[in-house]
Nanobody
Framework: QVQLVESGRGLVQAGGSLRLSCAAS????????MGWFRRTPGKEREFVAA????????RYADSVKGRFTISRDNAKNTVYLQMNSLKPEDTAVYYC???????????????WGQGTQVTVSS
């Protein structure tokens, strides 16, 4: 079992920045690839970013590429999502997830956090 807790929720103006953190406890954090997903009302959960176990490889949704950066600190059992140049359409509940597969597909992730709200005002 892996428990994930997100933090860093906030309200920011368009063009601003925010950093989300996801702290993991339980089994060995470095055994898992990590991902960030988001959901807005009435929409399916959407892939945002993923990072492999070592942190040496990352992938992003086209909508956030060049603006968001995913990183991890295996010594601290934490994954981060740095979000810059935020847009109103980035408003969503953001979830971190852990899985054995490094993937953009949510169905391949086994453990999920409770989500944290990000609101970007225009």
């Amino acid at each position: 079992q892996v428990q994930l807790v997100e933090s860093g929720r906030g309200l920011v103006q368009a063009g601003g920045s925010l950093r989300l953190s996801c702290a993991a406890s339980g089994r060995t954090f470095s055994s898992y690839a990590m991902g960030w997903f988001r959901r807005t009302p009435g929409k399916e959960r959407e892939f945002v970013a993923a990072i492999n176990r070592s942190g040496g490889s990352t992938r992003y949704a086209d909508s956030v590429k060049g603006r968001f950066t995913i990183s991890r600190d295996n010594a601290k059992n934490t994954v981060y999502l740095q979000m810059n140049s935020l847009k109103p359409e980035d408003t969503a509940v953001y979830y971190c997830a852990a899985g054995t597969a490094y993937s953009s597909s949510s169905i391949l992730y086994d453990y999920w956090g409770q989500g944290t709200q990000v609101t970007v005002s225009s």
